[in-house]
């Protein structure tokens, strides 16, 4: 079983910045996609970002595309969130979630991960 812990959320103002990061307990976290998902209250989760197992490749929503850039550290077992230019509509808590990959391809939809983390909360204000 992975366990996946993420930190970095909390309040911010509109047009803000903050980074999440989400700490893996496995040696081989270099074998495992990695992604970004959200939950606003009253809707649904949605994926936010994705990156493969090298972080050669990643794959935004439409939405944070420009704002947010998510990157991995293979040597210290860490996904990261960078979130730019933060809007009142980011307000959710954010998941990272991992699946093992024999290749080096990005995942978009939550039923093609296999572990999730506790979630980290943010909230933009306006």
């Known amino acids: 079983q992975l366990r996946l812990v993420e930190s970095g959320g909390g309040l911010v103002q509109a047009g803000g910045s903050l980074r999440l990061s989400c700490a893996a307990a496995d040696i081989t976290f270099s074998m495992y996609a990695m992604g970004w998902f959200r939950q606003a209250p009253g809707k649904e989760r949605e994926f936010v970002a994705a990156?493969?197992?090298?972080?050669?490749?990643?794959y935004y929503v439409d939405s944070v595309k420009g704002r947010f850039t998510i990157s991995r550290d293979n040597a210290k077992n860490t996904v990261y969130l960078q979130m730019n230019s933060l809007k009142p509509e980011d307000t959710a808590v954010y998941y990272c979630a991992a699946r093992w990959a024999l290749s080096n391809n990005y995942y978009f939809r939550g039923t093609e991960y296999n572990y999730w983390g506790q979630g980290t909360q943010v909230t933009v204000s306006s």
């Open positions: 990156v493969s197992r090298s972080g050669g490749s990643t």
